[in-house]
């Protein structure tokens, strides 16, 4: 399989950016990533012609795949065709608006940004701003973007910046804690209660090998943040308008967060995000309130047409029925794979994400019958239960060497293309079909 144009590209790239790419993650790719030339419903193709079946789907964006479907396609062609932007509302902004108000349980308004760290980044202030507190609790594992108050590493007693050029002094306001550990989470309520702003969670941790709440985890974060006047803040970036349908995760979980951050599926694959939440919440963003929040570029109208037509066409069509019904078919078929050839790895996800996890530990061959209920959302009473992964130091211990020296060359090499490394979650799309699954699970079992 030729390589030497996404080669030839990524030596020109190197010259001109830093690490050959625009976004950290895409450099995971080793030796180098290999340059998409177009994409093609659940394919894409690269640089030197190459198809691969895609689960990545621009890590999580394209609900629908990459060939989108007319009414979409019309709805952003025309938003570019009447000039690109204007400084001043439209009326599509408002669409979105009202549709998003209209499907998602806690949202009374909404804010549109232009990326997931955005509305992350927004949220923060804005319940920094509300509760004239500064602390944020944060889940270990979790990822929320690449902004200053969560990019911190260690535990609540010592949080560290995880990145180069974040001050101390911001970290030691981010309180990190172990998900699904209640105890953790009340120590913290119990040392900082008066000063912490919010606890800001996904709802399943989608970017460390896709981890579940534990049955009424939510609900305990629901309540001790309401005990303590803190803002419980779903980040919906990945989970949103794809777990739980158009309701989103809080809505299949039935817990109502303060806030909710969106971003990837909700621009139909166009650079967005968002914040919406209580209305006396979001009221406070200028210029209504006193948060400040700007951008040149939020609602544009070409992403607000993209977003408004993908979801509305999810609604009128079988989109979600589609795509989870092939998120079972492999999380089930890959339970089997394991069943065979690895019981000790562990399927992950649920809806239409999934993921192997190369846990270590895990029942011996004797219990093979006993095998893990595919998306079994922590289910206390599956046998495989206490394997399952429940928090990020279970997945990192997890056999990562093996993921990019087997998955990553071999499926690739079977014409696979899986997520860049062994935490992120990988998508089923509209476009995919019963054979590209089955061409997949092929792949998974020679691989492994
Ligand atoms: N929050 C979550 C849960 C994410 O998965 C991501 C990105 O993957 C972000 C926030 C940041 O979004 P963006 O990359 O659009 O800035």
Same mark, same amino acid.
């Given at each position: 399989?030729?390589?030497?144009?996404?080669?030839?590209?990524?030596?020109?790239?190197?010259?001109?950016?830093?690490?050959?790419?625009?976004?950290?993650?895409?450099?995971?790719?080793?030796?180098?990533?290999?340059?998409?030339?177009?994409?093609?419903?659940?394919?894409?193709?690269?640089?030197?012609?190459?198809?691969?079946?895609?689960?990545?789907?621009?890590?999580?964006?394209?609900?629908?795949?990459?060939?989108?479907?007319?009414?979409?396609?019309?709805?952003?062609?025309?938003?570019?065709?009447?000039?690109?932007?204007?400084?001043?509302?439209?009326?599509?902004?408002?669409?979105?608006?009202?549709?998003?108000?209209?499907?998602?349980?806690?949202?009374?308004?909404?804010?549109?940004?232009?990326?997931?760290?955005?509305?992350?980044?927004?949220?923060?202030?804005?319940?920094?701003?509300?509760? &004239?507190?500064?602390?944020? =609790?944060?889940?270990? +594992? /979790?990822?929320?973007?690449?902004? $200053?108050?969560?990019?911190?590493? #260690?535990?609540?007693?010592?949080?560290?910046?995880?990145?180069?050029?974040?001050?101390?002094?911001?970290?030691?306001?981010?309180?990190?804690?172990?998900?699904?550990?209640?105890?953790?989470?009340?120590?913290?309520?119990?040392?900082?209660?008066?000063?912490?702003?919010?606890?800001?969670?996904?709802?399943?941790?989608?970017?460390?090998?896709?981890?579940?709440?534990?049955?009424?985890?939510?609900?305990?974060?629901?309540?001790?943040?309401?005990?303590?006047?803190?803002?419980?803040?779903?980040?919906?970036?990945?989970?949103?308008?794809?777990?739980?349908?158009?309701?989103?995760?809080?809505?299949?979980?039935?817990?109502?967060?303060?806030?909710?951050?969106?971003?990837?599926?909700? &621009?139909?694959?166009?650079? =967005?995000?968002?914040? +919406? /939440?209580?209305?006396?919440?979001? $009221?406070?963003?200028?210029?209504? #309130?006193?948060?400040?929040?700007?951008?040149?570029?939020?609602?544009?109208?070409?992403?607000?047409?993209?977003?408004?037509?993908?979801?509305?066409?999810?609604?009128?069509?079988?989109?979600?029925?589609?795509?989870?019904?092939?998120?079972?078919?492999?999380?089930?078929?890959?339970?089997?794979?394991?069943?065979?050839?690895?019981?000790?790895?562990?399927?992950?996800?649920?809806?239409?994400?999934?993921?192997?996890?190369?846990?270590?530990?895990?029942?011996?061959?004797?219990?093979?019958?006993?095998?893990?209920?595919?998306?079994?959302?922590?289910?206390?009473?599956?046998?495989?239960?206490?394997?399952?992964?429940?928090?990020?130091?279970?997945?990192?211990?997890?056999?990562?060497?093996?993921?990019?020296?087997?998955?990553?060359?071999?499926?690739?090499?079977?014409?696979?293309?899986?997520?860049?490394?062994?935490?992120?979650?990988?998508?089923?799309?509209?476009?995919?079909?019963?054979?590209?699954?089955?061409?997949?699970?092929?792949?998974?079992?020679?691989?492994?």
């Amino acid at each position: 399989m030729s390589d030497e144009n996404s080669r030839a590209l990524y030596d020109r790239a190197l010259s001109v950016m830093p690490g050959g790419v625009n976004s950290a993650v895409r450099a995971a790719i080793e030796p180098y990533p290999f340059f998409v030339q177009k994409g093609d419903a659940g394919h894409v193709i690269d640089a030197d012609g190459t198809r691969y079946i895609d689960w990545v789907m621009g890590l999580g964006p394209l609900l629908l795949g990459h060939d989108l479907p007319e009414p979409v396609q019309a709805g952003i062609q025309q938003k570019a065709s009447e000039g690109p932007m204007y400084g001043t509302p439209t009326e599509v902004e408002v669409d979105l608006a009202e549709f998003v108000v209209r499907h998602v349980p806690s949202v009374e308004k909404i804010r549109f940004v232009n990326s997931g760290t955005e509305a992350t980044t927004s949220a923060v202030r804005l319940a920094r701003g509300y509760t &004239g507190r500064n602390k944020i =609790v944060v889940m270990q +594992g /979790g990822y929320h973007g690449a902004q $200053e108050s969560t990019l911190v590493e #260690g535990d609540a007693e010592n949080p560290k910046p995880s990145s180069a050029g974040i001050p101390q002094s911001f970290a030691e306001h981010t309180l990190p804690v172990p998900f699904n550990d209640e105890d953790a989470v009340r120590e913290v309520f119990e040392e900082h209660g008066d000063d912490i702003a919010a606890v800001l969670t996904e709802p399943i941790l989608g970017n460390y090998g896709i981890v579940h709440p534990e049955e009424g985890y939510h609900e305990f974060l629901r309540e001790i943040t309401d005990d303590h006047g803190s803002l419980l803040i779903f980040d919906e970036v990945i989970t949103g308008f794809r777990v739980g349908g158009l309701g989103c995760a809080q809505s299949e979980f039935g817990v109502t967060p303060d806030l909710t951050t969106f971003g990837k599926i909700i &621009g139909g694959g166009f650079p =967005v995000g968002a914040i +919406g /939440g209580r209305a006396e919440i979001i $009221e406070q963003f200028a210029p209504s #309130g006193p948060v400040f929040q700007a951008g040149t570029f939020s609602g544009h109208p070409v992403t607000m047409a993209a977003g408004l037509e993908t979801l509305q066409f999810a609604a009128e069509n079988d989109v979600y029925d589609h795509v989870n019904g092939l998120g079972d078919q492999l999380r089930s078929g890959l339970s089997d794979i394991l069943a065979d050839q690895a019981p000790n790895y562990t399927v992950t996800g649920t809806d239409s994400m999934f993921k192997v996890i190369f846990t270590r530990e895990g029942p011996g061959p004797d219990s093979l019958e006993e095998q893990c209920e595919a998306g079994c959302r922590q289910n206390p009473t599956c046998p495989r239960y206490d394997y399952c992964p429940k928090n990020a130091a279970d997945v990192k211990n997890a056999e990562t060497e093996r993921w990019r020296r087997i998955f990553w060359g071999q499926m690739k090499d079977e014409g696979v293309f899986l997520s860049q490394n062994q935490f992120e979650g990988q998508f089923v799309s509209y476009g995919h079909t019963e054979d590209d699954v089955e061409e997949t699970l092929e792949a998974y079992k020679k691989a492994l």
